[in-house]
């Protein structure tokens, strides 16, 4: 998906968004954001949204986010909650099916839902043959597993995230020009009430420090994954 696409996905989650009681907002990117991706991504799985979480002031959540390019995005996630550490990590599956165009000109808001959460059914299953006069029905999921790992490696991986300076980041980095599609970070941390988020692009030549910084936070959580 293209990135004007994401972005239009975008802006159509945040119009959909349902009001809650939120944290407070320390740093955010400026709208149009992938965040309105993510949030409605969790939202309808296990994670939850992050920002509408009720917790307690010692609660800690940190979820990096990477892909929404051609390669699939996933969010690798460190929690702590009651001074026990978890980690999580989501991937983005794609899901669609192929329904024929008349039907879809003329579906109900009803039945577009049923076609959605039958598209959700077939997820990992990509159209092979679009037949001419079909229509394909997508709805990206996301697939959420438990990582089992020790707690100290989590705690040691947050700090290593403190330290390459995850609180330090900008919620958006004013480029001096076009970036082209590829790979986007999006970061978002809660602690207690505070909940911060971040959305950077990855460039291989650095134009600012949280371009090496963000680079620096994926390689720290990344550690958690399965070699």
């Given amino acids: 998906m293209t990135r004007s696409n994401l972005l239009t996905a975008a802006v159509l989650a945040l119009v959909s968004r349902p009001a809650f009681s939120q944290a407070r907002v320390v740093s955010a990117p400026s709208e149009p954001s992938l965040l309105n991706l993510t949030t409605g991504w ?3 799985s296990t994670l939850g949204d992050l920002l509408a979480l009720r917790s ?19 969010a690798i996630v460190l929690r702590r909650i009651d001074g026990h550490w978890s980690a999580i990590l989501g991937r983005v599956i794609r899901c669609e099916i192929q329904i024929p165009k008349s039907v879809g000109d003329t579906a109900s808001m009803t039945t577009m839902r049923h076609y959605v959460a039958e598209a959700r059914r077939q997820c990992g299953t990509s159209v092979a043959d679009v037949s001419a006069g079909s229509r394909i029905i997508t709805a990206d999921t996301l697939v959420v597993q438990q990582l089992e790992v020790p707690e100290s490696e989590i705690e040691a991986v947050w700090k290593d995230a403190l330290g390459a300076g995850v609180l330090q980041l ?18 978002e941390l809660r602690r207690g009430d505070e909940y911060r988020a971040a959305e950077i692009e990855e460039l291989e030549r650095p134009e600012v420090e949280a371009d090496t910084q963000v680079k620096q936070i994926y390689a720290a959580v990344r550690r958690l994954l399965p070699r």
């Fill in 42 to 44: 969790a939202r309808a």
């Fill in 56 to 74: 307690r002031s010692d609660y800690l959540e940190l979820r990096v986010w990477r892909g929404f390019g051609a390669s699939e995005t996933q």
């Fill in 170 to 187: 900008p919620g958006r980095v004013k480029r001096s020009g076009t970036v082209d599609d590829g790979i986007t970070y999006v970061i």
